[in-house]
């Protein structure tokens, strides 16, 4: 976008737009308008009462969008107009006035708007409006809409009536008045563009265009045709010198609810088939040339991101700290927040998403929970939550599968919780797939103020985020010009959004106004999430019958709708996958490895484990045999629970199909990872952590992380109790202690005879690292009471 934009609206628009020849016989720049003299059969009584004694001269032509102007054609003296028509000399408002010798100055321009209520769409309008020192004249502020439900039928007249009245009250000598919709409109340019670019088409008023016609389709051929741009007036936008737009609006006097659309349209209608014996140019000029954009509500609020001034490449986001709260200085003190938690589908790392929750910065007492579990699978973690944290919550309502609720419905009784509750400030919807890792996540989403605001969360190391950049024209996801880089943390702000998903923060106020409908999550055939933000952005923007295309989206009413907004401000989290998550195991998170690696290494790597690279945390109790952390306390108790329910242990025979050839030397008695399908999971272990570690101990040398024997063995005083010496068939080996001495067993460890240097006391969760062919002859000591688990690997046979 240039610097000199003047407006940005919810329109496309053309440039030079042409009428064709048909309806334009002279040439350009010579104009000698034909003869149209009014038949004398012409009765006067057809013309509606807002249309009588008065008329619009060419300036009126809307041509390309929102703001054509047409250029000056003057009516020539020798035009006859009857003697009996009403109207015996041209009316002020359709003579075109003598050019002034420059612009006029900016306090010559009035912009007027009406505006019911201060909508997210009007505090944007006057935000834009103020940044460029913009006089406004609002309207019906505070008062009611009477003027229809214009989203879905005609209406508007309430429009016309405020300005009349208000017009009829002001000195408009000298006055340029600009009267625009102010929900879906933002100025990007001052008035001194603004007025110099309206002297340039030599007009006294100027309508917008829109490619549709509304509100009568049956009017549409009666519009001359054009070559290009749009080609049917808009009511959105008027502007024109003071006294000719009281004149016209004077004639107003049907009912706020009838169309002002139409009122507007008939006007120039009326003057376009020559009733008043003229003719329009054969050129017309788009109005502010290259540099005024018009365009669709969703691209409007992608624009207003960054115009006039919100964001740029050197101050980054200059407006994301207007209109904050300071929750410290709130007198009413931090306001109560409903939590809605959503289990909708089976979700790896439950147990760990709640316990997230409970680490959130917030007063415990203010905060309310609302849980929604749609999988039994689930049922045993929501009884321990419940069961350990009702009493921590002010209030704590399950609503479980046997409910039999719909997604939609659930989303519905957990919002409209807060709505009914007057005391609710704030409502915070979160799904099982959001892990959140900022503790201040609810307090940052509430001082940022806005009626919807979602912290940005994404999947690791993709592009999947909990928000869409645009919409493609059938209301799906399309990609934004600016999505990578906000995904990506390139741009950071607070940016208005069509759709959000996974986690939102909705103001309570908003849940009792706006958004109090009931039935947000259900819309036709969307998902509940689409149908939210389908009724939040758009509640008077529909799709008109039998339309062709987006243009039918009938932008020109106010929309009701509420702006959404994601942050990116600070880091929040992530989305975990729930995709293709395997449910028919014990524990189904250790075979998360591969979907989702971070939540894997958070919950199974030892938290120690970085210590060996930084800190030197590695031991080396016998000579190179090294010592050092690698899984969880919770990695080795779900390991040994894993091969416990598959159950079927070897028993330490010599003969053993499960390899080649069929005859183990020196057996033990074990389960193989392959045996429960752990085997390509347990490699990637190996690759990712175990290499790292083989390249700091044994220098030079690079492992290729694979291994055929990997296994976890049992040691039981009535069993196998001990293992003979031996050597392993590996370059290399790892012994992993799954349990704890003293605690679990008594006895064994492992001697390794080269060297008559034993390590009697196992750590859980250490890992042995050795030679594993040579040097390292070693022998497993017996184990005296209990079981004994250990995880073993040969890696590089």
């Not at 609302?370 to 045993?380: A, C, G, I, Y």
């Not at 709505?419 to 001082?447: A, H, P, W």
Request: glycine share 6%; proline share 7%.
């Amino acid at each position: 976008m240039t610097q000199n934009t003047t407006l940005t609206q919810n329109t496309t628009l053309t440039q030079n737009t042409t009428l064709s020849p048909e309806h334009h016989p002279v040439a350009e720049h010579h104009h000698v308008a034909e003869h149209h003299p009014v038949p004398e059969h012409h009765p006067i009584s057809r013309t509606p009462p807002y249309l009588q004694n008065t008329t619009l001269s060419p300036e009126h032509h809307p041509v390309a969008e929102h703001h054509h102007v047409a250029e000056h054609h003057p009516v020539p003296e020798h035009h006859p107009v009857p003697e009996h028509h009403p109207i015996s000399r041209t009316p002020p408002c359709s003579r075109t006035p003598p050019s002034p010798r420059g612009t006029p100055p900016v306090e010559n321009l009035l912009v007027v708007t009406v505006a019911t209520g201060e909508t997210d769409g009007f505090q944007r309008f006057m935000q834009s409006a103020n940044y460029f020192n913009y006089t406004v004249k609002v309207l019906g502020l505070g008062s009611d809409w009477r003027g229809g439900d214009v989203g879905t039928s005609i209406g508007g007249g309430q429009k016309v009536r405020l300005l009349k009245e208000a017009l009829e009250v002001l000195d408009l000598k000298d006055m340029v008045v600009l009267v625009v919709d102010s929900y879906d409109l933002i100025f990007s340019g001052g008035p001194e563009e603004l007025l110099s670019k309206f002297q340039q088409t030599n007009h006294r008023v100027v309508f917008a265009a829109e490619g549709l016609v509304w509100p009568d389709k049956r009017l549409a051929e009666k519009y001359p045709s054009v070559r290009s741009g749009k080609r049917f007036l808009n009511s959105g936008g008027i502007m024109g010198y003071g006294t000719s737009i009281k004149e016209m609006v004077g004639q107003w006097n049907l009912h706020d609810n009838d169309d002002d659309q139409l009122f507007y349209t008939k006007i120039y209608l009326d003057f376009q088939t020559g009733r008043f014996g003229l003719k329009l140019p054969e050129r017309v000029e788009m109005y502010a040339g290259t540099d005024l954009l018009m365009c669709f509500q969703i691209y409007l609020n992608y624009l207003a991101n960054y115009v006039p001034n919100a964001w740029n490449n050197e101050q980054a986001c200059t407006i994301c700290d207007h209109n904050m709260l300071d929750l410290s200085q709130l007198e009413v003190g931090t306001p109560p927040v409903l939590l809605g938690v959503f289990i909708e589908q089976p979700s790896p790392f439950l147990p760990e998403f709640f316990q997230r929750l409970l680490t959130l910065d917030y007063p415990r007492e203010k905060l309310s929970l609302f849980l929604h579990n749609q999988e039994v699978l689930h049922e045993k973690h929501i009884e321990k939550f419940w069961t350990e944290q009702r009493h921590h919550f002010k209030s704590f309502k399950v609503v479980g599968p046997e409910e039999n609720l719909s997604q939609g419905d659930a989303r519905n009784m957990g919002m409209d919780l807060c709505r009914k509750d007057s005391s609710c400030g704030y409502y915070f919807s979160i799904d099982s797939d959001v892990m959140l890792t900022n503790r201040q996540t609810l307090k940052i989403l509430i001082e940022q103020n806005r009626k919807v605001i979602a912290p940005l969360v994404t999947r690791h190391g993709k592009l999947w985020s909990n928000f869409w950049g645009s919409l493609s024209l059938d209301g799906y996801y399309a990609r934004s010009e600016d999505y990578i880089d906000i995904v990506q943390g390139k741009r950071i702000g607070v940016w208005n959004v069509p759709f959000l998903a996974h986690v939102y923060l909705v103001q309570g106020a908003a849940l009792r106004d706006e958004l109090k409908e009931k039935n947000l999550f259900v819309l036709e055939k969307l998902d509940p999430d689409m149908a939210l933000c389908r009724h939040t952005r758009e509640m008077t923007s529909h799709r008109e019958k039998g339309s062709p295309s987006p243009e039918s989206f009938h932008m020109l009413r106010p929309p009701k709708g509420v702006f959404m907004f994601i942050t990116n401000r600070q880091e929040f989290g992530r989305l975990i996958s729930t995709a293709n998550y395997n449910t028919s195991h014990y524990n189904n998170d250790l075979w998360q490895i591969f979907l989702n690696p971070v939540d894997w290494k958070e919950k199974y790597i030892h938290k120690n484990y970085s210590h060996i690279f930084t800190s030197n945390v590695m031991e080396q109790p016998c000579p190179d045999v090294f010592w050092f952390p690698v899984l969880s306390q919770t990695a080795c108790d779900e390991i040994v629970e894993e091969m416990e329910n598959y159950g079927s242990w070897s028993g330490g025979r010599h003969e053993d199909k499960r390899i080649t050839g069929g005859y183990e030397t020196v057996p033990t008695d074990d389960i193989h990872m392959k045996q429960i399908g752990f085997d390509k999971e347990w490699l990637h272990f190996i690759r990712e952590y175990i290499s790292p570690v083989t390249l700091k101990v044994f220098s030079g040398y690079y492992t290729k992380g694979f291994a055929v024997m990997n296994f976890v063995v049992k040691y039981t005083p009535g069993r196998q109790s001990y293992l003979r010496p031996h050597h392993d068939s590996s370059t290399f080996t790892i012994n992993i202690a799954l349990n704890n001495k003293h605690l679990d067993f008594e006895g064994g460890g492992c001697r390794f005879h080269r060297y008559n240097c034993s390590i009697e006391s196992p750590r859980k969760g250490w890992s042995f690292m050795h030679p594993g062919r040579l040097t390292h002859l070693h022998e497993g000591l017996p184990t005296t009471n209990g079981t004994r688990y250990i995880a073993i690997s040969f890696i590089d046979p």
